[in-house]
C-alpha cells in the first residue's frame, strides 16, 4: 500500500539457523531485501539478521522467507541479558549435534583409511567391511554439507559445500557401482601399489576411504569454527556479571539487603568502601572516591559528594555513600553499553571464506569437464560404462581432500605458536581481518599505559629533606583508603622503609587528609586544605604545581609545623616498552591514534612521550564506537587495541579487535585477539602472526586446488588408478601440513626477556 506521509520503521531481530559460510548469509540478505519495505543485513560472525520493517510488519513473513531459502529464522531474544544467556549460555544444540557427528565419523573413517592405504590390513572382503563403516560418515555425517549443497543448487549458486558434496557422494556412488556391479565385491580384492597410467573402466576400484575421509576433515574445520563463533555472546554475559548482585536499601532507616533486580528509582541504598555502585544515581550523603576507569576510561579516581551523579558497576574507594537510584534494569549506562556491544558484533562485515569464493568458480568447471568427458567418450565410440567411468572419475578427482587440511592445519600451527608467544587468536575470520589493516586506535589507560597511579615527582620547598617529605606524607597517605593516597605511601616505604604511625588521624571531606606524625601536625591533600592552616606553596612550588596539572597529572601537597614543605606529583605512567611498540607499528605500515577518554592533557602527555601524532581525547564509550565507525567510512581499515569495559563496544566495532589479557573479562570477550601478556609490543606480533597464517591458507589453498586441476586431466582420459589417486591425496596433503607447520618458525621482532613474560 502507498501513502504519501512517512512510514514508520521498526526493527526486528531474527536468530538464523543452518548457515555454514558467508554466501549463506549473502543468499539470506538478497532474498530478505527482495521483500518490499524490507531493509535487511544478515551476519554470518553472530547467525543474526537485523531488518528493518514498517510498523506493524509481520516477523512470520520473514521467517517464512528465510525458511524458503533453505534455513531456519526464529525472533531473536529482545533483551541484551537474554541475549547473552542465549548465545554463549549452556551447550548449544547445533554445536552438540556437530560434535557428535564428528566424533562419530572419525571413529568410523580411521579404519577405513587404514585398510584402503595399507594393502597388509586388506583381509577377505575388506571392502564390504570399508563399505559399512563409510556409509553412515558420507550419508548421515555428511548430511550437513548435502543439504547446504541442494539449497546452493535450487538458487544456482556453488560453495565449498557443493564441491564437498559433490565429490563425497561420487566417490560413494562411484563404490557402490563397482561392489555390487563391477568386480570390486568380489573375494581377494586388493588395492596394489601401482603407479601407472593405464586406462581402467573402475569397475574394480573403490574410493570409500575418499568419502570418508574428506567428510570427517571437513566437520573437524567446521566444529572448532562453529565453536570460536558460539563465544559473540560471552562478551554481554560478562558486560552484565560487573554490576552488583545484591544491594543495601534504607528502609524507615533501616539497611534491609535486597537483590539488585529488585532496586526501584528513587530507592536510597548504601555503598560501602570497596563495593560496587548498585545502579546509576546521586549521592545524597557522604563522600569518596569513585573508580570509575573501566567504564569511563579515566585514570584517576573520581571524586564525588553530595548531588553528585554516580555510575551502576564503578567501585567506592573510599568513604561510605547513600545513593539515590536514578536508572534501573535496562535503563542504566551498563545495559546501554551491553547493548552497544551487541550492535557492533552484529554490525561486523561477514567473513568471506576463501574456499568459498574459489569453489564458487571451480565447482561450475568441474562439472562442465565432466560432462565434456562424458560426451567426448561417447562421441569417440566408447561404450557407456567406459564414458560413464571417465566422467565420474573426474568428479572424484575433485573431491577436496587436501583442501580439508589446508585451513585447519594452518590455523592450528599458527595458533599454536600465538599462544606460545601469549597471542590467543579467535578463530578464522579473525585472520582475513588482519590483511589490510592500516589504522592502529589504542586506548591510553591500561593499554599504553599501566593503568595504575604512580608516584612520579617529589618536589620539596627550600630546606627541606626529601626523605622526610615522603616519610612524614606517607605515613598519612598510609593511613587512607584513598587510591591516590595509597600509592604515595606505596612509593614511600619502597623509599624510605617503615612508616612511622599516625595519632590523631581524620579526614577532611572533599579535600585530603591530616593527622599527627612524630610529633609534627601533617597536612595532606589539595592545596585549600593546607591554606586553612595558613600554609602556603612557596613561588616556585606554585609554579612546578601548575606545570604538573598543565600535563594532566595530580597534584598532593603537603605541609607540617605551619609550612607548606613539598608536593607529590601522581600519574599514570607509560609502559616501558609502549614507544617501541609504536615504532614497530609503523614499521609495518600501521598509524597509530590514542583514543582515550580521559582529558585532552593527560592524553598529549602520553602520546608525545609513545611518538603518537593524532590523539582523540574526552570520549565516551559510545562515543569510541563513532570514532571507530568514522575512520571505517573514510575507507580506513580499522584494529582498536583496548582492555577496559569501555572499550568492549569498540573492539567489537572494529575490523580487528586486540585486548590486552590484563584487562577485563569484557574486553577479552568483545575482542579478535588477546594479549595474554599486557605488553604493546604484543600487538605488533599478533598483527603478524595473523597475517603470515593467512598467508599460508591462501597457499595451502593454491595447492589443494592446483593437484585437483592436474588431475582431472588424468582422470577424464580414464586412467585413475586408484593408488595413484591415493598417493597424489597423500602427497597434496602432506605439502598442505609441511607448508602450515612453517609457522613453528615465527619469530617476534622484539626480543622476550624472561621478567617480561608476567602472566
Known amino acids: 500500500m502507498t501513502t504519501s506521509a512517512p512510514v514508520s520503521t521498526a526493527s526486528i531481530e531474527l536468530q538464523i539457523g543452518g548457515m555454514t559460510c558467508a554466501s549463506c548469509a549473502n543468499r539470506i540478505e538478497r532474498k530478505l531485501n527482495k521483500i518490499g519495505g524490507v531493509t535487511a543485513a544478515v551476519n554470518y560472525a553472530t547467525e543474526k539478521?537485523?531488518?528493518?520493517?514498517?510498523?506493524?510488519?509481520?516477523?512470520?513473513?520473514?521467517?517464512?522467507?528465510?525458511?524458503?531459502?533453505?534455513?531456519?529464522?526464529?525472533?531473536?531474544?529482545?533483551?541484551?541479558?537474554?541475549?547473552?544467556?542465549?548465545?554463549?549460555?549452556?551447550?548449544?544444540?547445533?554445536?552438540?549435534a556437530l560434535r557428535v557427528r564428528l566424533i562419530a565419523a572419525t571413529a568410523l573413517t580411521v579404519p577405513v583409511i587404514a585398510m584402503a592405504m595399507v594393502p597388509a590390513l586388506q583381509f577377505n572382503y575388506w571392502q564390504w567391511a570399508s563399505l559399512t563403516l563409510a556409509a553412515p560418515v558420507v550419508v548421515w555425517a555428511a548430511w550437513p554439507f548435502h543439504r547446504a549443497a541442494w539449497a546452493n543448487l535450487r538458487h544456482g549458486a556453488a560453495t565449498m559445500d557443493t564441491l564437498i558434496s559433490m565429490g563425497t557422494l561420487s566417490a560413494f556412488l562411484w563404490s557402490l557401482y563397482a561392489l555390487f556391479l563391477g568386480t570390486a565385491g568380489a573375494a581377494g580384492m586388493t588395492h596394489p601399489f601401482t603407479f601407472t597410467l593405464a586406462p581402467s573402466h573402475g569397475a574394480a576400484n573403490i574410493y570409500l576411504e575418499v568419502a570418508a575421509g574428506v567428510t570427517t576433515f571437513i566437520l573437524a574445520g567446521r566444529y572448532f569454527e562453529k565453536r570460536s563463533k558460539r563465544q559473540a555472546g560471552a562478551a554481554l554475559r560478562a558486560l552484565l556479571e560487573l554490576g552488583a548482585k545484591e544491594v543495601s536499601v534504607l528502609r524507615d532507616g533501616t539497611e534491609t539487603k535486597i537483590p539488585v533486580d529488585a532496586l526501584a528509582v528513587g530507592d536510597q541504598f548504601v555503598v560501602r568502601p570497596g563495593e560496587k555502585i548498585a545502579t546509576d544515581g546521586v549521592v545524597v550523603s557522604g563522600s569518596s572516591a569513585v573508580d570509575a576507569s573501566m567504564l569511563t576510561g579515566e585514570s584517576v579516581p573520581v571524586e564525588v559528594g553530595v548531588g553528585d551523579a554516580v555510575v551502576g558497576a564503578t567501585v567506592n574507594a573510599g568513604g561510605r555513600l547513600v545513593v539515590r537510584a536514578g536508572r534501573v534494569g535496562t535503563d542504566t549506562q551498563l545495559a546501554q553499553m551491553a547493548r552497544l556491544v551487541e550492535k557492533a558484533q552484529t554490525g561486523k562485515a561477514e567473513v568471506q571464506r576463501l574456499a568459498d569464493r574459489i569453489s564458487g568458480v571451480f565447482v561450475p568447471i568441474v562439472i562442465g569437464v565432466a560432462v565434456i568427458t562424458l560426451g567426448g567418450w561417447l562421441g569417440a565410440g566408447y561404450p557407456v560404462a567406459s564414458a560413464f567411468t571417465a566422467a565420474v572419475a573426474v568428479l572424484v578427482i575433485a573431491c577436496p581432500c587436501a583442501l580439508g587440511l589446508a585451513t585447519p592445519t594452518a590455523l592450528l600451527v599458527g595458533t599454536g605458536r600465538g599462544a606460545q608467544m601469549g597471542i590467543l587468536i579467535k578463530g578464522p575470520e579473525v585472520l582475513e581481518s588482519t590483511r589490510k589493516i592500516d589504522t592502529v586506535v589504542l586506548d591510553k589507560t591500561g593499554t599504553v599505559t599501566t593503568g595504575?597511579?604512580?608516584?612520579?615527582?617529589?618536589?620539596?620547598?627550600?630546606?627541606?629533606?626529601?626523605?622526610?617529605?615522603?616519610?612524614?606524607?606517607?605515613?598519612?597517605?598510609?593511613?587512607?583508603?584513598?587510591?591516590?593516597?595509597?600509592?604515595?605511601?606505596?612509593?614511600?616505604?619502597?623509599?624510605?622503609?617503615?612508616?612511622?604511625?599516625?595519632?590523631?588521624?581524620?579526614?577532611?571531606?572533599?579535600?585530603?587528609?591530616?593527622?599527627?606524625?612524630?610529633?609534627?601536625?601533617?597536612?595532606?591533600?589539595?592545596?585549600?586544605?593546607?591554606?586553612?592552616?595558613?600554609?602556603?606553596?612557596?613561588?616556585?612550588?606554585?609554579r612546578a604545581k601548575a606545570r604538573a596539572e598543565a600535563e594532566g597529572k595530580t597534584v598532593v601537597a603537603v605541609g607540617w609545623d605551619g609550612q607548606a614543605r613539598g608536593i607529590f606529583v601522581i600519574a599514570d605512567t607509560v609502559k616501558p616498552t609502549s614507544a617501541q611498540a609504536i615504532a614497530q607499528m609503523r614499521e609495518i605500515g600501521l598509524t597509530p591514534v590514542l583514543l582515550t577518554g580521559d582529558n585532552a592533557a593527560v592524553a598529549r602527555r602520553i602520546a608525545d612521550e609513545v611518538g603518537i601524532d593524532t590523539v582523540i581525547a574526552e570520549v565516551l564509550p559510545e562515543g569510541k564506537v563513532d570514532v571507530i565507525t568514522g575512520l571505517q567510512r573514510q575507507g580506513k581499515t580499522v584494529a582498536m587495541v583496548g582492555d577496559g569495559v569501555n572499550d568492549a563496544a569498540a573492539l567489537a566495532q572494529a575490523d580487528l579487535g586486540l585486548a590486552m589479557?590484563?584487562?577485563?573479562d569484557v574486553a577479552i570477550e568483545a575482542s579478535d585477539i588477546t594479549l595474554v601478556r599486557g605488553d604493546l609490543r604484543s600487538a605488533v606480533d599478533a598483527i603478524r602472526l595473523s597475517r603470515k597464517t593467512l598467508s599460508t591458507i591462501k597457499t595451502?589453498?593454491?595447492?589443494?586446488?592446483?593437484?585437483?586441476?592436474?588431475?582431472?586431466?588424468?582422470?577424464?582420459?580414464?586412467?585413475?588408478?586408484?593408488?595413484?589417486?591415493?598417493?597424489?591425496?597423500?602427497?597434496s596433503s602432506v605439502f598442505v601440513v609441511g607448508n602450515s607447520l612453517r609457522l613453528r618458525g615465527f619469530s617476534s621482532i622484539s626480543p622476550q626477556p624472561a621478567e617480561e613474560g608476567n602472566r
Open 700 to 731: 595451502n589453498l593454491f595447492w589443494a586446488f592446483a593437484y585437483n586441476v592436474a588431475a582431472i586431466p588424468v582422470a577424464a582420459l580414464g586412467m585413475l588408478n586408484p593408488m595413484l589417486a591415493g598417493a597424489a591425496m597423500a602427497f
Open 49 to 96: 539478521a537485523t531488518i528493518t520493517v514498517p510498523d506493524g510488519y509481520d516477523s512470520a513473513q520473514l521467517i517464512k522467507a528465510v525458511e524458503e531459502t533453505g534455513y531456519t529464522a526464529t525472533l531473536a531474544v529482545a533483551s541484551a541479558e537474554s541475549a547473552a544467556e542465549t548465545t554463549g549460555g549452556g551447550d548449544d544444540p547445533e554445536l552438540h
Open 452 to 542: 595504575r597511579m604512580t608516584l612520579v615527582e617529589v618536589i620539596t620547598a627550600p630546606e627541606t629533606d626529601r626523605t622526610e617529605l615522603l616519610r612524614l606524607g606517607g605515613a598519612i597517605e598510609d593511613a587512607s583508603e584513598h587510591p591516590i593516597a595509597q600509592a604515595i605511601a606505596t612509593a614511600a616505604r619502597d623509599a624510605t622503609g617503615t612508616l612511622p604511625s599516625v595519632e590523631d588521624f581524620a579526614n577532611v571531606e572533599g579535600k585530603g587528609v591530616q593527622g599527627v606524625v612524630d610529633g609534627h601536625a601533617v597536612v595532606v591533600g589539595r592545596e585549600t586544605l593546607l591554606a586553612d592552616w595558613a600554609q602556603h606553596l612557596d613561588p616556585e612550588l606554585a
Open 661 to 664: 589479557g590484563t584487562g577485563t
